[in-house]
């Protein structure tokens, strides 16, 4: 039983990074979150090396459509060989996420 355990635990364990994500990112000037605002992460980290905007989908009289919303995604990096991939929903930092290329 105690071996079982050992077993279930150890599963667990290595699995762990799979599910967890990055919530934040460490920049000269401070660290950034999930939540921040654009503003906040351009004080902290400084301007991303790229920068795209989706603008929301539009009709032909430029009424939004779908109650969608503006999408950017920023790229930092590379930083000791990693990039960071931040997406901002609305206004808001949504997700960062990091990875080697």
Same mark, same amino acid.
């Given at each position: 039983?105690?071996?079982?355990?050992?077993?279930?635990? %150890?599963?667990l364990?290595l699995?762990?990074?799979?599910?967890?994500?990055?919530l %934040?990112?460490?920049?000269?000037?401070?660290?950034i979150?999930e939540?921040?605002?654009?503003?906040? /992460?351009?004080?902290?980290?400084? =301007?991303?090396?790229?920068r795209?905007?989706?603008?929301?989908?539009?009709?032909?009289?430029?009424?939004?459509?779908?109650?969608? /919303?503006? /999408?950017?995604?920023?790229?930092?990096g590379?930083?000791?060989?990693?990039?960071?991939?931040?997406?901002?929903v609305?206004?808001?930092? =949504?997700?960062?996420? %990091?990875?080697?290329?």
């Amino acid at each position: 039983m105690q071996y079982r355990n050992i077993l279930l635990l %150890s599963g667990l364990l290595l699995f762990y990074p799979l599910l967890a994500h990055p919530l %934040s990112m460490r920049c000269e000037q401070g660290i950034i979150s999930e939540g921040d605002t654009p503003f906040e /992460v351009i004080k902290k980290c400084g =301007e991303p090396v790229n920068r795209e905007v989706l603008d929301p989908l539009v009709d032909r009289y430029g009424n939004i459509l779908n109650n969608a /919303v503006p /999408v950017e995604n920023w790229v930092y990096g590379p930083n000791h060989g990693m990039y960071y991939f931040l997406r901002f929903v609305n206004g808001t930092l =949504e997700t960062i996420d %990091s990875r080697r290329l």
